[in-house]
């Protein structure tokens, strides 16, 4: 079964205090990415990757970092999370065709 | 560039009644896909349709259908006899292949509510 598996789903976390929400996928596909969803924005593009080692910057990259070291994952970091961080991310992991996406983090930083 | 926009921020129906989710898109290349997803309450994405710019015909699924003209940059989606399960935010979203490859672009969602 095709699957996207991103964790944690749920993190409340403090102001500076670095993390990582990790991102796994099973369909072998090179491009991956992770987007947040704000309310009235939609879900905008934070970095992506075309595959193992090559990564770039989406529409709103500040604050976050990435790493491919494997075709499979795809984790997101943030070094020193703020408040405006706060916002549901997900992410995906597509072919030509389609995209799948993972359960979505709902991440609060206090 | 590419934009997609669903003007429609909220709507709100009685159940049975058939509602129309608008989404017009913004893109100069000809090779594209359009997509439409469900989010439901609990938050995850829901893919509901992909369909490319060579095919323009309408297509039909159980109470859904989607209609998609060029002439018009228009991907619409329509619930046919609305139920309280249909309640959800709806994003429409754009992929342009040949200039970003595996990217979405996403509107910025419309939130239907069914009422009972």
């Known amino acids: 079964e095709a699957q996207v598996t991103q964790n944690p789903r749920y993190l409340i976390t403090v102001t500076g205090k670095k993390l990582t929400v990790t991102c796994s996928q099973n369909?072998?596909?090179?491009?991956m990415s992770w987007y947040r969803q704000d309310p009235g924005l939609g879900l905008r593009q934070i970095y992506y990757s075309m595959n193992v080692e090559v990564t770039d910057k989406g529409d709103v990259p500040e604050g976050y970092k990435v790493s491919r070291k494997e075709k499979r994952n795809f984790p997101l970091i943030l070094e020193s999370p703020s408040p405006n961080q706060t916002s549901l991310y997900f992410c995906?992991?597509?072919?030509?065709?389609?995209?799948?996406f993972g359960q979505g983090t709902r991440l609060t930083v206090v | 560039a590419q934009k997609v926009t669903q003007a429609q921020t909220e709507i709100s129906v009685v159940e049975k009644e058939d509602v129309t989710l608008d989404c017009v898109y913004e893109?100069?290349?000809?090779?594209?896909?359009l997509f439409w997803y469900k989010q439901p309450p609990s938050g995850e994405l829901v893919f509901l349709i992909r369909?490319?710019?060579?095919?323009?015909q309408n297509e039909i699924s159980g109470r859904y259908s989607w209609n998609f003209q060029k002439s018009t940059s228009s991907f619409n989606f329509t619930i046919t006899a609305s139920q309280v399960v249909d309640s959800a935010v709806y994003f429409c979203?754009?992929?342009?292949?040949?200039?970003?490859?595996?990217?979405?672009?996403f509107g910025q969602g419309t939130i239907l509510t069914v009422h009972p």
């Open positions: 369909m072998n596909h090179e491009y």
């Open positions: 369909r490319n710019s060579f095919d323009e």
């Open positions: 893109t100069r290349d000809t090779t594209y896909y």
């Open positions: 995906a992991s597509s072919s030509w065709t389609e995209a799948f």
């Open positions: 979203a754009l992929s342009m292949l040949r200039t970003s490859y595996g990217k979405l672009t």
